[in-house]
């Protein structure tokens, strides 16, 4: 049985990630060891591996899906820092309110809340 799957993203710099992803998305340091860090938080998850053939609506394929409770917040303090947005908001017919977003390493993020 599989207990989790962890998404490893290619960095040189890793201190590159902390604004995107700690201090805006909330995660925090769970391991750090130099050459590796690791974001999370205590939540329990499913495990889902998706696999796609375009993004929804004939978008690009996102390299995570990041589901959370606040999309909107998070669209407005993702603007204000300056992070590409490559898909606006979007309210979406299979029931996401989402956008996409260049995260620090140049990678495609879909942000979503279930709506």
Known sequence: MIKRIVANIKAE????????????????????????KTL???????????????????????????????????YKKIKQEGFEITYGMADESWGVRRFFVKDPFGNLINILQHT
């Open 13 to 36: 710099d890793l201190s590159k990630a902390d604004l995107f992803y700690q201090d805006i998305l909330g995660l925090e340091v769970l391991m750090d060891h130099g050459w590796i």
């Open 40 to 74: 999370g938080n205590d939540q329990e998850a499913k495990v889902q591996v998706s696999f796609a053939a375009q993004g929804g609506n004939n978008t690009e394929v996102p390299l995570l899906s990041i589901e959370v409770d606040n999309v909107d917040e998070l």
